[in-house]
């Protein structure tokens, strides 16, 4: 097996762990929400009337529920794509776009990745603090993405070896409407 497709399926399964770890993270969510509606709604003596943090702490939660997610919806072809005028273009043509779209996508991320990097270094530096229920640096919830970022960067790069290797024509990972 060469190199490369060792060095692809070991980042398939860092992938998917993390789609897990994006799983359990929404389970997490759901049970803080739950707990927060019911302490509101059950009023037990002795209990606190809700979680103060709950919405606070969801908003956080659902953003790195999407940054876990984000990489490997891309590796199974079922981030969004709209691929309806790749389908009746000649399978060569249909090919360079694929090759365009994904040149595009990696110097997206790559530009998100030094953005989101130099916020994060910004807001460490400035010691800027986010004031909300909870009190919190606010690079703290800024860290996530260029780590998300690098990650989609890493996978654009093997989904340009993946389409180099194949067929030439447009992708069929992804649901078309064509």
Do not use: Y
């Amino acid at each position: 097996m060469p190199v490369v497709d060792r060095l692809s399926a070991l980042w398939g399964r860092l992938l998917a762990a993390l789609a897990l770890l994006g799983c359990l993270l929404l389970l997490l969510m759901m049970l803080i929400i739950v707990c927060d509606v019911a302490l509101r709604n059950l009023a037990i003596a002795g209990w606190p009337l809700g979680l103060a943090w709950s919405n606070e702490v969801s908003e956080w939660l659902l953003l790195l529920v999407t940054l876990c997610v984000a990489p490997w919806l891309l590796r199974q072809g079922q981030h969004i794509r709209v691929d309806i005028l790749l389908q009746p273009l000649p399978p060569l043509w249909a090919w360079w776009l694929e090759w365009l779209g994904d040149l595009l996508g990696l110097l997206t991320c790559l530009v998100l990745m030094w953005v989101s990097a130099r916020a994060v270094f910004a807001s460490m530096t400035s010691g800027a603090l986010s004031i909300k229920t909870l009190v919190t640096p606010e690079w703290w919830s800024l860290a996530p993405l260029p780590v998300a970022f690098a990650l989609l960067s890493i996978e654009m790069l093997f989904r340009m070896h993946r389409l180099w290797r194949g067929e030439r024509g447009p992708r069929h990972d992804a649901v078309s409407s064509a």
